[in-house]
């Protein structure tokens, strides 16, 4: 079975240009997460989304950042522009629903897009 | 505020030993707990999951955790530690909404 598909792998790109970083979750499933890591930060919620749309975009550093997730099957993080701080490691999620009687059900993570800023 | 915390940062044991990682919480209602595996260049992959029901709870690679309610811990567990056991283990606590909180992560090294 395919996993959560994240792309580019890695990134490298120069301070104040625009990132743009893309996320497949698994089929069926009905949440969508977006992490960020880094070694001072530890790992990060960003933002996630319900049945594509946004439930919670706390995370989010600020109005540089912003995601979308047009249909049930991809999803976009941008970053506009992009600056040094920026640099880390991007996560996407996916998960089902909680099942009947409130169980959490896990996320699955894709293996992330390692993000440099120069 | 809903967190998971721990305790330690490195955990060192030897290939053969029982290995324990440690995590205790601090949230309100039904703790659903979760044990994540994190290996270099990888995502995070699930290993087991409390939700209620029996307090040992076993999942993949023969990793167990015990839930005890007492002490607000979610410790886990392995009889025999592998080399390829080393890694990075985060312990969450979910809500309902199926938001994760993530504690800090404890990096495993086992010891050949």
């Known amino acids: 079975d395919a996993g959560v598909i994240q792309s580019p792998r890695h990134e490298v790109t120069e301070m104040g240009q625009e990132v743009t970083l893309r996320c497949k979750p698994i089929?069926?499933?009905?949440?969508l997460f977006w992490y960020r890591q880094t070694m001072m930060r530890g790992l990060e919620l960003l933002i996630y989304f319900n049945n594509n749309v946004p439930i919670d975009d706390s995370g989010m550093p600020e109005d540089r950042f912003s995601a979308k997730m047009p249909n049930a099957s991809f999803s976009t993080l941008k970053i506009q522009p992009s600056e040094p701080r920026d640099s880390a490691v991007y996560f996407c999620a996916s998960s089902l629903a909680p099942g009947v009687g409130g169980g959490n059900q896990p996320q699955h993570f894709g293996d992330g897009t390692r993000l440099s800023i120069l | 505020a809903q967190s998971v915390a721990q305790p330690e940062d490195q955990v060192n044991v030897a290939e053969g030993n029982p290995l324990t990682v440690k995590c205790t919480y601090s949230?309100?209602?039904?703790?659903?707990l979760f044990w994540y595996v994190q290996y270099p260049n990888r995502g995070l992959q699930f290993l087991l999951k409390?939700?209620?029901?029996?307090?040992l709870v076993k999942g993949s690679y023969g990793f167990e955790a015990e839930f005890n309610k007492s002490q607000t811990s979610f410790h886990l567990k392995k009889p025999s530690a592998l080399v390829s056991d080393s890694a990075l283990y985060f312990c969450a606590w979910a809500d309902y909404g199926q938001n994760f909180v993530f504690g800090p992560g404890t990096r495993l090294s086992v010891l050949p």
């Open positions: 089929s069926g499933h009905d949440y």
């Open positions: 949230v309100s209602g039904n703790p659903y």
């Open positions: 409390y939700i209620t029901g029996d307090n």
